[in-house]
């Protein structure tokens, strides 16, 4: 069993910066990929960033591309979301999700079983 738990959300102005963190706890040869999701009100659930466990690939949703950067520390078993330049599109609820290994699409959803209870992104325009 993996658990992953959000934090570093807040709310800001647009042009500025956040860091997401996601600390994960469990079984660390449970998960291999390990994504960045987003949820905002009625609006599907959209992948932004993923990343392969051993930090060889990252994937990135065209409307962070350039602006966001996905890493991990795996000795702390913990990962990270750098979001720069916010816009007001980007708010919603951040989620961390983990699965066994990255397949097709990574930044679909349906790709992962392990779930974070989120955390709130507000841009301010």
């Known amino acids: 069993q993996v658990q992953l738990v959000e934090s570093g959300g807040d709310s800001v102005q647009a042009g500025g910066s956040l860091r997401l963190t996601c600390t994960v706890t469990?079984?660390?040869?449970?998960?291999?990929?390990m994504g960045w999701f987003r949820q905002a009100p009625g609006k599907e659930r959209e992948g932004v960033a993923s990343?392969?466990?051993?930090?060889?690939?990252?994937y990135y949703a065209d409307s962070v591309k350039g602006r966001f950067a996905i890493s991990q520390d795996n000795a702390k078993n913990t990962l990270y979301l750098q979001m720069n330049s916010l816009k007001p599109e980007d708010a919603g609820m951040y989620y961390c999700?983990?699965?066994?290994?990255?397949?097709?699409?990574?930044?679909?959803?349906?790709?992962?079983?392990?779930w974070g209870q989120g955390t709130q992104v507000t841009v301010s325009s």
């Open positions: 990343i392969y466990k051993p930090g060889i690939y990252t």
């Open positions: 469990g079984d660390p040869y449970s998960y291999n990929c």
């Open positions: 999700a983990a699965a066994y290994r990255c397949v097709g699409d990574a930044l679909a959803p349906q790709g992962y079983g392990y």
